[in-house]
């Protein structure tokens, strides 16, 4: 098979990486790509919302699948666009269109579908700039602190958490009036903090049938011990102590045999990743987000930890028989720590030279924002590296991936030395 992964992050590389060792792969291409997937297939330079790019490019390759890495596309069409196309109708693209992808396009819309299907999700509300004056009551009738959300993508962004009621009215005015997230805050979510411990739960489905990813925890905050500003993800940890098998099976029942039920009920066919990001409350999971696609640096630690062909799952996804697909993971623990530029998430400086990233040691160093310039490799984005290690324990696999990112140089660098520290004891 031809396959086309579009994107140029560490999950892109980490998904290249793996279908890289598949059997039944022949030609493997990513547009963009980085100067890490550069060493697992080829390199196209075409950006993943030039659908007509794209078009010549599968046309060109004999493209026989393509597996679409960020939300952006899929939330813009893309899926749609290869549906509607005679030329391109018959291949398989892995990720949702554009109604499944509402699902991370629109907050208003997945909290909608999380209540109509029964799913468990904080209480909420949604207010535009016609109803601002509701919105500040329903705002006193919750303690704080407070959450509001942007409905449509903000880059990660369109998420707020504020302690007092008057800023949080301050930022709903914001949000609403003076158009803080651009049109993706034409529409605000308010909804109730929960409290608890996060995890990313993931699910690849054809439609039908779904097989349960391992789950995993990200960090999210710039500085150590979950402080300063949010960031891509600073690391990830899989499997998750609190995610045993008894809490799994309360996501399986509560969460993801309805939000599958659900995807059914409303006629969305969707074939892709659903990236469910929930928090353990007691015991119990409330879901935060869902996602479209999978989550980075998640993905860094879920892939390697997929023992079976993934490519020959990525062909149950497209041809609907997922159900009969062999899917085995290693027990081990998996844990990555992203190395970033210095001041990410504010402004930073690209095109550092890069040395020692090419070491070959036990870990894995996934590229996720680095550029080829000649013989060198230059950053080229706020997160630049996952470096990726396996365990007996946590400890082992975070230590390890310590040690590698010390020989990884260059101006800036910058990591979190306490991945994974809160899951210990
Ligand atoms: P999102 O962009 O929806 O992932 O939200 C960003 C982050 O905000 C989440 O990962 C959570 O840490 C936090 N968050 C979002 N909604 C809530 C909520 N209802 N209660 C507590 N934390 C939340
Ligand atoms: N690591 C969180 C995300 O991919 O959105």
Known sequence: MNVLVLGSGGREHAFAWKIAQSKQ??????????????????NVNVAVNDFEGIKNLVWEKDIDLVLVGPEDPLVNGLHDFFLNDEVLKDIPVIGPKKDGAQLEGSKDFSKQFMIKHGVPTARYATFTKDTLGEGFSFLETLPPPFVLKADGLAAGKGVLIVPSLEEAKAELKSMLMDSKFG????????????????LSVFVLTDGKSYKILPAAKDYKRIGEGDTGLNTGGMGAVSPVPFANEAFMKKVEEKVVKPTIE?????????????????MNSDGEPSVIEYNCRMGDPETEVVIPRIKSDFLDLLQGVATQTLEQKEFETIPETAATVVLVSGGYPGTFEKGKKVQGYHLIDESIVFHSGTRQDGEDVLTNGGRVFAVTSFGTTIEKAVNKSFIRAEKIHYEGKYYRKDIGKDLLG
């Open 25 to 42: 792969l022949q030609n493997l291409y990513i547009a963009p790509g980085n100067a890490g997937t550069a060493h697992c297939g080829t």
């Open 183 to 198: 049109s993706a805050s034409s529409k605000v979510v308010i909804e109730e903090f929960l409290k608890g411990i996060e």
């Open 262 to 278: 659900g995807l059914n009920a409303e006629g969305i066919d969707y074939r892709g990743f659903i990236f469910i990001g929930l």
